[in-house]
């Protein structure tokens, strides 16, 4: 039989690290929803294993109210992160 | 032997016309920089072949220079889209 305990355990400490802060957890999240909003689905399964986050990552809805973005017309058809960019862009130009 | 010609193609269109928009090719740019970031390399070598671009994608300087972000000390410590996300927030308390 094989001795499991002795194998170094695959914890990737710096994502660990990123993912225990409120900011990090929400740029996972939107990377998760990014995959899911275009069916990435063998991505996706990959994804959540290597990063440790089969549970616990927001969906869209709490992730729109968490960054402010009311959703409509021109919000839904795309995924969350384009928002984000778009947001990000408006702000290096008018400040 | 197989008949391949006669197979539907598996080709995501509504990703493939995200990633024809200057945006889309950033948004789908600053996944991959996360990924690559924090060494997500299965992720990374799934993302990659389903997203269909194994080249083309910009890499952290370009997409810096791209969004107007300086680099500094307090940057190159996470991915980009860090950066992003905190430059969404401000905007929506400043503004």
């Known amino acids: 039989q094989e001795k499991v305990e002795n194998k170094i355990p695959l914890v990737n400490e710096s994502l ?4 225990s ?6 740029v996972a999240s939107l990377v998760a929803e990014f995959l899911r909003f275009f069916n990435l689905d063998f ?3 990959v994804f959540q294993p290597e990063s440790n986050t ?3 990552l927001d969906g869209r809805e709490n992730l729109a109210r968490d960054l402010g973005i009311t959703e409509a ?3 839904v058809g795309g995924p969350l992160l ?3 960019v778009k947001i990000c862009q408006q702000k290096k130009i008018s400040g």
Chains 1, 2 share one sequence.
Do not use: H, M
């Open 16 to 19: 660990k690290n990123f993912l």
């Open 21 to 26: 802060t409120k900011d990090g957890r929400l």
């Open 43 to 45: 991505t996706l399964a």
């Open 54 to 56: 089969l549970n616990g």
């Open 73 to 75: 017309e021109g919000t």
């Open 82 to 84: 384009l928002e984000v």
